[in-house]
């Protein structure tokens, strides 16, 4: 199947900070990929949909100023949590789908984030 | 409002049993549910699902989807350790909204 990367896997950093993951199709190219939040114990939560050429489209109660998302290109998407506070701690996952935006959606192996 | 909800939350079943792990929705524009197993990362795909009464089916796994009532469910047979993990459905209108998940826990 599809290989979708993320990076970092894990990330520690200090209230106040800005932090960038970066979600990567690896051997397909997606105009789309979304972005999830998965606290302890839940399931995922849709943040936001990563669109290539044009701006994302967020969740209701997702900041947009908070969470930026910018599709740079065919295979990449970044999520920057701006001015990381500690309840911004959680496991951040994309996934981009092959084929076409309602198909089969291929998970990254997620972003532990962590702010102390 | 979409909504998606799964039965039961948590299933502790021991090897060899056979689980039910229920999905019902209430979206618009549906297109489609999709499965996926949850162990320690990210999800893992198990089925898609697009016609009513026509049952996916991989080794022990096999899942059917009922458009007119709005569920689906997903069935595990001679349950293993390793089924252990919690499975997400997601029924997918413009995006992909995941159920509450279901943890099965089989021990041994």
């Known amino acids: 199947g599809a290989v979708v990367s993320q990076h970092p896997s894990r990330v520690i950093c200090k209230s106040g900070t800005s932090v960038k993951i970066e979600c990567r199709s690896l051997?397909?190219?997606?105009?789309?990929m979304f972005w999830y939040r998965q606290f302890p114990k839940q399931s995922l939560m849709l943040m936001a949909t990563s669109n290539e050429g044009s701006k994302a489209t967020y969740e209701q109660g997702v900041e947009k100023d908070k969470f930026l998302i910018n599709h740079a290109s065919l295979t990449l998407s970044t999520l920057t949590v701006t001015s990381a506070h500690p309840e911004d701690s959680s496991f951040y996952i994309c996934?981009?789908?092959?084929?076409?935006?309602?198909?089969?959606?291929?998970f990254g192996p997620g972003t532990r984030l962590t702010v102390l | 409002e979409d909504k998606v909800v799964q039965s039961p939350l948590s299933l502790v079943v021991h090897e060899g049993d056979t689980v039910t792990l229920n999905c019902s929705y209430e979206?618009?524009?549906?297109?489609?549910l999709l499965w996926y197993k949850q162990e320690k990362k990210a999800p893992t795909f198990l089925f898609m699902l697009t016609s009513s009464g026509i049952e996916k089916k991989s080794g022990r796994l096999s899942s059917i989807l009922d458009k007119k009532e709005l569920f689906s469910i997903l069935n595990i047979t001679a349950t293993q350790t390793g089924d252990s993990a919690v499975y997400l459905c997601?029924?997918?209108?413009?995006?992909?909204?995941f159920g509450t998940g279901t943890s099965l826990t089989v021990i041994p």
């Open positions: 051997d397909f190219q997606a105009t789309t």
């Open positions: 997601a029924p997918v209108v413009h995006q992909f909204y």
């Open positions: 996934s981009a789908p092959w084929g076409g935006p309602h198909n089969e959606q291929f």
């Open positions: 979206v618009t524009n549906f297109r489609s």
